[in-house]
């Protein structure tokens, strides 16, 4: 096997037409109009990525990939891990607490895990940040836009009784 | 002329205008910083001028971003040697030797000059062209809409970085996606993997490009050790004198048309056009030998090429609703969620307003081409800066954005699972070597085609060989060379290659 990558993704890549086109025998197959059916175009699309994963497959194994190939893995792939963990700990807290509570937690916790060093000035400058951006991005989109963002009690309190006075709306 | 008269009064308003500026600023920060590029800074925003009122400002957001960031890219190509966009790529050639010889605020002025010059040049040009190609477009039945879509698709083999099978698997994969849940076609929920309340194909795909270009770059940049590079040490503020910019008029015009008609091939991009424009140049330049030493010739070839591409690109953009890269794909989205619907129709409709709005791309892409340049010119200092922004704030800052942005789109958090699903699905292919740009089209043209070829087949009652007209077959034979030249090139690439010979 030269190129074990291909062949790997190819094989997943087969796999998931296999699974679209099984799901496309659920469609109504025919069209009275002699338009196409419900069930064509994805049909095609599957065998149309089935076919091409097939020669992905074969050229990974009988072919090198050209040049060198860059590592799977970063150097830093364990705090991306981290960071990414702390993303969707962030996506699911946002509905429970609201924007504002959720943002602060989760850019003090993602700008200490990058942060290279966490001297005293270093991590002042740091909380600045994360408290203006915050209120920032909470100010220009949700008051000044007014984009929908997800209130919990923090952001009611403070859209009432502190950006009501800036003149949101 | 009313309609000219008619955006101008929808586009010189205090509001407008602050928008218009404020995108230019944020276009021209996101492109110097490398990373984030005009393609990704769009998709972030797209969201964001959805809600803008009037939607004349939410559009002028986006134009400004788009040239603010071809120009951005400029800025680390010069003082860091790292193009901030990929279309600055031919910029480092002679910017960054001019910035180590103490020259860098001429580099940079030099590159404001070029770009401005070829984004103007190229948004006259597409102000020129644009009515008479939509008028013969408006003459498309269906089936040439569909076959004008397989074309579409067909560029894919251009824009796919690296594999072209890979590419084409990506394209597909994004036609599969938009054809998921509800179809607006046949009224029915199909491969919806049991999900039943996806947001219409329309919104949806705004969190998938904001996962597929956002938080897969946040995730790459995070996972790689970058060091930050430091720009050239102060400069002091250096315009070309009368004797360069006579040195330079060659090479403007050189590029702007070259950026034009690069820009306007689907599938060709800023870089293309920068790398075509710097080496005409320095065919015809009395100076060669200062090529890629430092020549202001070939900062202005490259720059004014990639900007040029701007209006270039918006020709079949805007007149035959097929975006020829991922930056004007986007676009074309946003146009689509801001009520307009770019192709032949747009130059024919005839609500005053809708004309007016028209109207308003082409007066806001010339404006926003020309205020680039005092903006620059004005913000060099604070632009030099933006490159040293630490990694720490600048991705996790991105994500915020990309939350609010997925959740404001479709106002509940299935924008934001459709975001964080494709912002791994993203990551993990770009580990696996496949190109984010094709799955944008995918997304983009997969529904025009179905819908044309449905409408098409009902029309001759499924016989094929109805609908088969000359200009259909004309697109099919371009559609062909379109996907078979890049397989010829690489083949005859292979044959001139050494064999190697492989042990074991």
């Known amino acids: 096997m030269k190129n074990p990558r291909d062949v790997f993704i190819g094989t997943v890549l087969i796999a998931f037409s296999a699974l679209i086109y099984q799901m496309t025998l659920g469609l109504p197959a025919g069209s009275a109009s002699g338009g196409l059916a419900p069930s064509s175009f994805p049909r095609a699309l599957a065998i149309f990525i089935g076919a091409l994963s097939v020669i992905l497959v ?62 005293p000035r270093d991590l002042a400058i740091g909380i600045l940040f994360v408290v203006v951006s915050s209120l920032a991005v909470y100010y220009i989109f949700g008051i000044f836009l007014n984009v929908p963002l997800i209130e919990g009690p923090v952001d009611e309190v403070l859209r009432q009784n502190v950006f009501g006075l800036l003149g949101g709306k | 002329m009313e309609d000219a008269i008619a955006a101008l009064k929808l586009l010189f308003t205090f509001k407008v205008m602050a928008f218009m500026l404020a995108g230019m600023v944020a276009g021209i920060m996101a492109g110097a910083l490398p990373g984030l590029t005009a393609t990704m800074s769009i998709a972030l925003l797209v969201p964001f001028t959805y809600i803008i009122d009037p939607p004349v400002a939410g559009l002028m957001v986006l134009l400004g971003v788009y040239v603010g960031a071809m120009h951005g890219g400029a800025i680390s190509a010069i003082l860091i040697r790292t193009p901030g966009t990929p279309a600055a790529a031919a910029t480092c050639f002679d910017g960054y030797p001019l910035a180590q010889q103490g020259k860098a605020s001429l580099a940079l002025n030099i590159s404001a000059i ?50 072209t099978v890979k590419g084409f698997i990506m394209g597909a994969l994004g036609m599969l996606f938009a054809a998921a849940g509800r179809s607006t076609v046949f009224d029915i929920e199909r491969i919806n993997f049991g999900i039943k309340d996806l947001p219409e194909s329309g919104l949806r795909y705004i969190p998938l490009m904001i996962g597929v270009f956002a938080i897969t770059e946040a995730l790459t940049q995070i996972e790689l050790k970058t060091v930050v590079k430091k720009g050239a040490a102060k400069f002091k503020n250096m315009m070309p004198g009368l004797s360069q910019l ?43 030998e200062k090529f890629g030493k430092g020549s202001i010739e070939g900062i202005t070839a490259a720059e004014g090429a990639n900007n040029a591409v701007t ?27 801001l009520g307009l619907r770019p192709g032949p129709t747009l130059f024919s409709e005839t609500d005053p307003d809708m004309r007016a709005l028209v109207a308003a791309i082409f007066v806001g892409l010339l404006t926003a081409n020309i205020l680039i340049f005092p903006v620059r010119m004005a913000g060099a200092p604070l632009f030099s800066r933006v490159i040293a922004i630490s990694r720490h704030f600048l991705w996790p800052l991105v994500v915020v954005f990309c939350i ?17 699903v494709f912002g791994v699905f ?71 290659e050494p064999v190697k010979v492989e042990q074991g």
């Open chain 2, 114 to 163: 070029a770009s401005t010059t070829g984004g103007v040049f190229s948004t006259i040009v597409l102000w020129t062209v644009a009515a008479p190609i939509a008028a013969v477009a408006l003459k498309f039945g269906p089936f040439e809409m569909f076959c004008l879509a397989v074309f579409g698709l067909s560029i894919i083999s251009s824009v796919a970085e690296g594999s």
């Open chain 2, 404 to 420: 609010v942005g997925s959740y404001s789109m479709t106002n509940s958090m299935m924008g934001v699972y459709i975001m964080l």
């Open chain 2, 246 to 288: 006579k040195q330079i008029s060659p090479a403007l015009a050189i590029s702007s048309v070259i950026g034009t008609v690069v820009g306007s091939i689907p599938g060709a991009g800023g870089d293309i056009a920068g790398f075509v424009a710097y080496d005409q140049t320095k065919k015809v330049s009395k100076e060669r």
């Open chain 2, 311 to 337: 209006g270039g690109a918006m020709i079949p953009m805007l007149t035959l609703g097929i975006p020829g890269d991922s930056v004007t794909a986007i676009l074309l989205g946003a146009m689509i969620i």
């Open chain 2, 426 to 496: 993203g990551y993990i292919m770009k580990k696996f070597g496949f190109p984010p740009g094709p799955l944008i089209l995918g997304v983009i043209l997969g529904p025009i085609a179905e819908s044309n070829l449905h409408r098409a087949l009902r029309i001759s009652k499924g016989n094929i060989a109805e609908l088969i007209s000359p200009l259909a077959v004309i697109l099919i034979i371009l559609s062909v060379v379109s996907v078979a030249l890049p397989f010829i090139q690489e083949a005859k690439k292979r044959k001139k």
């Open chain 1, 58 to 119: 074969v050229a990974g194994i009988f072919r090198k990939p050209d040049g060198e190939q860059e590592k799977m893995l970063g150097p830093l792939f364990r705090q991306m891990v981290a960071f990414f963990c702390i993303m969707v700990v962030y996506i699911l807290l946002m509905p429970q607490i609201g924007y504002i509570v959720s943002t602060l937690v989760f850019l003090t916790a993602s700008v200490l895990l990058i942060m290279p060093q966490r001297k």
